[in-house]
Nanobody, 119 residues
Framework: QVQLVESGGGLVQPGGSLRLSCTAS????????MYWYRQAPGKQRELLAG???????NVADSVKGRFTISRDNAKNTVYLQMNSLKSEDTAVYYC?????????????WGQGTQVTVSS
């Protein structure tokens, strides 16, 4: 069974940092783009950052300069380094990836990890 599992969320004070991880597992032969999204209560899901298999990145203007996306292809893992966190960063953070399994490309979502920024 192919799946994405996020970790690293939690409670952090304003100005603090967190690093989220998302690891793909299962019978995977290839992973192309990997992405991080978030969804705050009452708001639409927001695309934060994406990274290609070659390491090219794109980060949303709303978090540029504070969030960094990276990946370790050997570990099938994507990371989101979040610095200078603000209360408005409180949300459920989701990993998303395009992966090939059994010669079929599909888009997958993780289950989400809660990030709460509060003093």
């Amino acid at each position: 069974q192919v799946q994405l599992v996020e970790s690293g969320g939690g409670l952090v004070q304003p100005g603090g940092s967190l690093r989220l991880s998302c690891t793909a597992s299962g019978s995977i032969s290839n992973i192309s783009g990997m992405y991080w999204y978030r969804q705050a209560p009452g708001k639409q899901r927001e695309l934060l950052a994406g990274i290609t298999s070659g390491g090219d990145t794109n980060v949303a203007d709303s978090v540029k300069g504070r969030f960094t996306i990276s990946r370790d292809n050997a570990k099938n893992t994507v990371y989101l380094q979040m610095n200078s966190l603000k209360s408005e960063d409180t949300a459920v953070y989701y990993c998303n990836a395009n992966m090939r399994s059994n010669n079929v490309w599909k888009n997958y979502w993780g289950q989400g990890t809660q990030v709460t920024v509060s003093s």
